[in-house]
């Protein structure tokens, strides 16, 4: 019997890049976060899990990395990315369930999750998994939607808003959809042996009105000369923390990749269009390039 999950935000058929991304005016964002990585990734690396992949907006910029993981619960979305991304063999397509990783123990020696933890109802549950996956001493780059940020203090202060951006306790604003309080993060970080090394304010200036009245080159800028006040306090509607894998973990045998995420079995059988596990016969289908660990088949 599959023990149950917490439930799923799923993109499966959405068109979150074109429209979000592509034409959704968020060249501001997207740069913001693109001075973020820089500022925070390791100079190189093996292995990267990118979990919350999406259609592979952010994957170009893991150039440091011999290999990376594009993971994502929306096949169509791994799909996308890998269609913009071509047939590259430094990417390898995984849809799966952060709660259920279908990875050993000690694979990677990266991760990032960038725009994906906000949909988790359980986050110190996907954390766990994370660093499950991790090895000692990998870097782990975790960004988060900040209730603590200046609007929803302001708003609340007036007024305009009942939830407390001063309170730890997550705020869902949308059905899967969460922001989180600084404090409450780094303790769920503690608790899954991860070290913040480092923060950073990200997206100070999201409201309309900045990207209306300022050209985009003079709000990357001063993103760029704000990030760093992250250090010392969080009031961004986006945080970026740098986070690495503590304490001694079991690190990956050299050949290991995959692992049952029903029964934990790591001898899975390579096949033609799936993988076999011989421990609860599971059948996890390769699609389109694609390994696919979502529902289990027979």
């Not at 440091?64 to 590259?88: C, F, M, N, P």
């Not at 259920?100 to 725009?115: K, S």
């Not at 042996?193 to 003079?218: C, E, H, N, T």
């Not at 740098?242 to 045998?253: E, G, K, S």
Request: hydrophobic share 40%.
């Amino acid at each position: 019997m599959t023990t149950p999950t917490p439930p799923i935000c799923n993109y499966e058929d959405s068109s979150y890049q074109t429209d979000f991304w592509d034409q959704g005016g968020r060249v501001y964002e997207d740069q913001a976060e693109a001075i973020a990585l820089r500022r925070l990734l390791p100079k190189g690396g093996e292995q990267l899990l990118e979990l919350g992949a999406g259609a592979g907006r952010n994957t170009p910029r893991y150039i440091g990395y011999k290999k990376v993981v594009l993971l994502d619960y929306s096949l169509t979305q791994l799909q996308h990315a890998r269609t913009r991304l071509g047939q590259d063999e430094r990417y390898t397509y995984v849809a799966a369930d952060i709660y259920r990783l279908p990875f050993v123990d000690g694979l990677f020696d990266g991760a990032t999750m960038i725009r994906t933890l906000h949909h988790m109802a359980e986050p110190a549950l996907a954390l766990r998994q994370v660093r499950r996956t991790l090895q000692p001493g990998a870097i782990f780059i975790l960004e988060f939607a900040n209730k603590h940020n200046l609007k929803a203090i302001f708003r609340y202060l007036i007024r305009k808003q009942s939830w407390s951006p001063f309170s730890h306790q997550s705020v869902e604003f949308e059905k899967l959809n969460f922001d989180f309080h600084p404090q409450a993060i780094k303790g769920w970080l503690a608790d899954t042996d991860f070290a913040v090394q480092q923060q950073l304010a990200v997206s100070y200036f999201r409201l309309g009105i900045f990207k209306r009245f300022l050209p985009i080159k003079m709000l990357v800028i001063l993103e760029s000369w704000l990030q760093p006040t992250g250090q010392w306090f969080q009031f961004s509607p986006s945080v970026f923390s740098r986070c690495l894998a503590v304490n001694d973990t079991p690190v990956a045998q050299p050949g290991s990749f995959f692992k049952c995420p029903v029964c934990a079995s790591a001898n899975l059988e390579g096949h033609e269009n799936h993988l076999l596990c011989p421990g609860c016969s599971a059948n996890w289908p390769i699609q389109d390039g694609v390994y696919d660990f979502r529902v289990k088949t027979s």
